[in-house]
């Protein structure tokens, strides 16, 4: 069973409306990226998981239908922790008190891991409570760091 154009399409919709909202959020924030810089990351990004997913698909066409299957659900995993990524980075980015660009998110199998230096114990703790509450999220590592001399 090769994979559908109709699922490559909704797919695709899917990565486009999550990278438009991404950017959009980026434009009030008041860092010194600009809403164009979140934007080409954000790409980036759903590019390697793309790229990922193509590779899985071409491997599964040479395998049959049954690796088909499997290439799917791969692609919809990726899909899934790709949205998961966009939600969380923009809840963070919408966060006045959060500096998003200087946290990065990851997301393998609903489980987010933040990672980078915030200036305090309560907006490490918020981002922890942002990226938890992100549908889809089922654990959150948080390996951020306070940097020293500022305030908790």
Request: hydrophobic share 40%.
């Amino acid at each position: 069973m090769p994979f559908h154009p109709r699922r490559r399409k909704r797919l695709a919709a899917l990565l486009i409306s999550l990278l438009a909202s991404l950017g959009l959020s980026a434009c009030d924030r008041g860092d010194s990226k600009t809403a164009g810089q979140h934007l080409d990351a954000a790409v980036a990004d759903s590019r390697e998981a793309l790229d990922k997913a193509g590779k899985s698909i071409d491997h599964a066409a040479e395998r049959g239908g049954e690796a088909a299957s499997e290439a799917y659900d791969k692609t919809r995993a990726a899909a899934t922790d790709l949205r998961i990524t966009a939600e969380v980075k923009t809840a963070l980015a919408r966060a006045p008190e959060v500096a998003a660009h200087e946290i990065k998110v990851d997301t393998d199998n609903g489980r987010v891991k933040l990672e980078g230096e915030v200036d305090s114990i309560a907006i490490r703790t918020k981002a922890e409570q942002l990226a938890a509450a992100t549908p889809g999220v089922r654990s959150v590592d948080s390996q951020l760091v306070v940097r020293q001399g500022k305030p908790s």
